[in-house]
């Protein structure tokens, strides 16, 4: 599975978008996109994957570049409920396991 | 929504003791998985089951076992619990169709072995 790049930690007002950058560039071309995000202490929660189209579920949108070696993850109006460590992670359809990264510790602040 | 539960959230446990740790999906889900998560080494997975009685070792099977009796069900079983295996355990289950499978986690198990 490719290497994925994400920023160690992001501040995000409460309300305001969150975007999360992914760094992609070895992925290949039967690679899905997907996105994790983990709360303290609880189990990883799924929210959305993609392959070469962006998509969009009732949890964020996923935009991702043209050439595929970066993606976007949006949460539209974050709430303090959304902090959390987001994992992106890049992974064929065949793939038994999941691998998680550092990922990303997203603050959203009052 | 796909719910996975496990069956507790914390335990604590004694060396020498055999831990029966379980998992329940009701998505009808043909893969599961049993990882276990530890600070700075990330999500290793133990065991994974495709069907039902069959199941593959995963990166670190040593010291546990699994068992899947019925599709929704999957166990992981310590034989004889080690202060090593303290740790969150972490169940997941997925839908084994074309394309990418997505794996939904339960709420993690916190096993404190003494």
């Known amino acids: 599975d490719a290497k994925t790049t994400q920023p160690t930690s992001m501040d995000c007002a409460e309300g305001r978008a969150a975007n999360l950058p992914c760094n992609h560039s070895t992925i290949s071309g039967n690679e899905y996109v997907y996105w994790y995000r983990q709360i303290h202490s609880q189990g990883p929660q799924y929210i959305i994957h993609?392959?070469?189209n962006n998509e969009t579920n009732e949890m964020a949108s996923l935009i991702i570049t043209e050439d595929r070696k970066s993606s976007t993850l949006i949460l539209p109006h974050a709430t303090l409920r959304d902090t959390a460590v987001y994992y992106c992670?890049?992974?064929?359809?065949?793939?038994?396991?999941?691998?998680f990264g550092s990922g990303t510790q997203l603050t959203v602040l009052p | 929504d796909v719910k996975v539960t496990q069956s507790s959230r914390y335990l604590v446990k004694r060396t020498g003791e055999k831990v029966f740790l379980e998992c329940v999906q009701d998505m009808d889900h043909e893969n599961m998985f049993w990882y276990r998560q530890d600070p700075g080494l990330g999500l290793r997975l133990i065991y994974f089951s495709y069907d039902v009685k069959m199941k593959e070792k995963g990166d670190i099977p040593e010291g546990y076992s699994v068992s899947r009796e019925k599709k929704e069900r999957f166990s992981l079983i310590l034989e004889s619990a080690s202060t090593n295996q303290t740790s969150m355990y972490l169940c997941a289950s997925s839908f084994a169709g074309i394309g990418t499978d997505t794996q939904y986690f339960g709420p993690g198990t916190r096993l404190t072995v003494l």
């Open positions: 992670i890049v992974r064929t359809g065949s793939a038994r396991q999941l691998t």
């Open positions: 993609g392959l070469k």
